[in-house]
């Protein structure tokens, strides 16, 4: 029997959430104490070490290495969903500076392009740390209030400097272009560090709608025709993790004493919420 093969592909500036999310699909994948919308059936020879590195880090509640300095990794899955046949999955864990770059150079690594050329994409934007535009009037009556004279000479604008959300509108209309069109895709948005924002008491669309509402409402009447879009509350980890060096932190301790690492995880969708980290990756692929 000859196996599918499918591809998705996780977009989001640095530190948006991306690796920290594959390591807890990892770990939830092999530990299967989470009943899920997809299972693991077998891993590609020499993926392995790249992921359990990675997962071991995670359920030691300690941050992610950035995967900037580690290289840009692919992985290949052999999953199953709950009613279906086992396909191949693969899954480019891209550094988030390969999309900054798309917005701030106007270039696109020839690699990246590739794991580009995919229907499946998963959008990694850091709820609680959004760079939200700067208003000249409120500047100038912040300044007012604290007694402090604006002058000097004028700060160079750098592209690094925009909204995350003009950023991100701007590699989305990329994906609609040539070289990196392929036609209408499946786009899941992964609101991540949910846990830091669900005390606003708003739904991840909602959220989504009141702090971007430019990649709101591009989201809403700018995609192309086809193209299909749902918006995911997703903690990965559940709390702030031990930083490289630092001192051991009370919520990643919380987190080292929950009985299954794997409800560490939380995703929320719509009205639903679960333990199934699978689900926004399962919604991608149709």
Same mark, same amino acid.
């Given at each position: 029997?000859?196996?599918?093969?499918?591809?998705?592909?996780?977009?989001?500036?640095?530190?948006?959430?991306?690796?920290?999310?594959? +390591?807890?699909? #990892?770990?939830?994948?092999?530990?299967?104490?989470?009943?899920?919308?997809?299972?693991?059936?077998?891993?590609?020879?020499?993926?392995?070490?790249?992921?359990?590195?990675?997962?071991?880090?995670?359920?030691?509640?300690?941050?992610?290495?950035?995967? $900037?300095?580690?290289?840009?990794?692919? !992985?290949?899955?052999?999953?199953?969903? /709950?009613?279906?046949? =086992?396909?191949?999955?693969?899954?480019?864990?891209?550094?988030?500076?390969?999309?900054?770059?798309? #917005?701030?150079?106007?270039?696109?690594?020839?690699?990246?392009?590739? /794991?580009?050329?995919?229907?499946?994409?998963?959008?990694?934007?850091?709820? *609680?740390? =959004?760079?939200?535009?700067? #208003?000249?009037?409120? *500047?100038?009556?912040?300044?007012?209030?604290? @007694?402090?004279?604006? @002058? &000097?000479?004028?700060?160079?604008?750098?592209?690094?400097?925009?909204?995350?959300?003009?950023?991100?509108?701007?590699?989305?209309?990329?994906?609609?272009?040539?070289?990196?069109?392929?036609? %209408?895709?499946?786009? /899941?948005?992964?609101?991540? +560090?949910?846990?830091?924002?669900?005390?606003? @008491? !708003?739904?991840?669309?909602?959220?989504?709608?009141?702090?971007?509402?430019?990649?709101?409402?591009?989201?809403?009447? &700018?995609?192309?025709?086809?193209?299909?879009?749902?918006? $995911?509350?997703?903690?990965?980890?559940? +709390?702030?993790?031990?930083?490289?060096?630092?001192? %051991?932190? /009370?919520? +990643?301790?919380?987190?080292?004493? =929950?009985?299954? %690492?794997?409800?560490?995880?939380?995703?929320?969708?719509?009205?639903?919420?679960?333990?199934?980290?699978?689900?926004?990756?399962?919604?991608?692929? &149709?």
């Amino acid at each position: 029997m000859v196996m599918s093969n499918k591809s998705i592909v996780a977009l989001g500036l640095p530190a948006s959430g991306k690796t920290t999310f594959l +390591a807890a699909l #990892w770990h939830l994948l092999t530990n299967e104490k989470v009943n899920g919308h997809l299972s693991l059936a077998k891993l590609e020879a020499g993926e392995a070490a790249h992921l359990r590195s990675i997962a071991s880090r995670w359920l030691q509640a300690k941050n992610q290495d950035r995967t $900037f300095h580690s290289g840009n990794k692919t !992985v290949k899955l052999s999953l199953k969903p /709950a009613s279906g046949e =086992i396909f191949e999955l693969t899954f480019p864990d891209i550094a988030g500076e390969a999309f900054a770059q798309m #917005w701030e150079m106007r270039e696109c690594p020839s690699d990246v392009a590739e /794991a580009l050329q995919t229907n499946g994409v998963l959008l990694f934007i850091h709820a *609680d740390k =959004i760079r939200v535009p700067g #208003w000249i009037a409120d *500047d100038l009556a912040q300044s007012q209030d604290l @007694g402090v004279v604006i @002058g &000097g000479d004028p700060t160079p604008w750098k592209p690094q400097s925009s909204p995350t959300q003009v950023q991100l509108v701007d590699i989305l209309q990329c994906l609609q272009l040539p070289p990196l069109y392929v036609g %209408p895709r499946r786009l /899941a948005v992964i609101l991540s +560090a949910w846990d830091k924002v669900e005390n606003d @008491g !708003v739904s991840p669309e909602r959220f989504l709608k009141l702090n971007l509402p430019l990649l709101y409402q591009y989201l809403e009447g &700018g995609l192309g025709e086809g193209w299909k879009m749902r918006v $995911f509350g997703v903690s990965a980890q559940g +709390a702030d993790y031990d930083r490289e060096g630092g001192e %051991p932190n /009370a919520d +990643a301790e919380r987190m080292r004493e =929950i009985e299954v %690492p794997s409800h560490r995880i939380r995703v929320v969708a719509k009205d639903a919420e679960s333990h199934d980290l699978t689900e926004p990756v399962y919604w991608l692929l &149709g």
